[in-house]
Nanobody, 122 residues
């Protein structure tokens, strides 16, 4: 019943942009911090960003600062990750997740989306 459903992944050329969406069902995102994570083949899952609904601030990993932006549409109960100036090293499966508290630690997240593949290649 509680679900996070992701969409928006795909194939894009280096320098291009994608916007990922994460829609919540069965709970209200207003009460959760929303994190974005990614995992490339052969690598551990890493935090990309964390949006805190309590104070409206977002933390970003150094690797994506200035290129990625997270946001939330309260009316649609949906969060987004706008990815610009994409690089081949951004290629990974991207996950959205919800936590009671703002954190970049994936072990502290209760709910996870199914993941969506982002491939950056010419």
């Amino acid at each position: 019943q509680v679900q996070l459903v992701e969409s928006g992944g795909g194939l894009v050329q280096p320098g291009g942009s994608l916007r990922l969406s994460c829609a919540a069902f069965g709970f209200n995102l207003d009460y959760y911090a929303i994190g974005w994570f990614r995992q490339a083949p052969g690598k551990e899952r890493e935090g990309v960003s964390c949006f805190s609904s309590s104070d409206g601030t977002t933390d970003y990993a150094d690797s994506v600062k200035g290129r990625f932006t997270s946001s939330r549409d309260n009316a649609k109960n949906t969060v987004y990750l706008q990815m610009n100036s994409l690089k081949p090293e951004d290629t990974a499966v991207y996950y959205c997740a919800a936590s009671p508290a703002a954190t970049m630690d994936p072990d502290l997240y209760d709910y996870w989306g199914q993941g969506t593949q982002v491939t950056v290649s010419s």
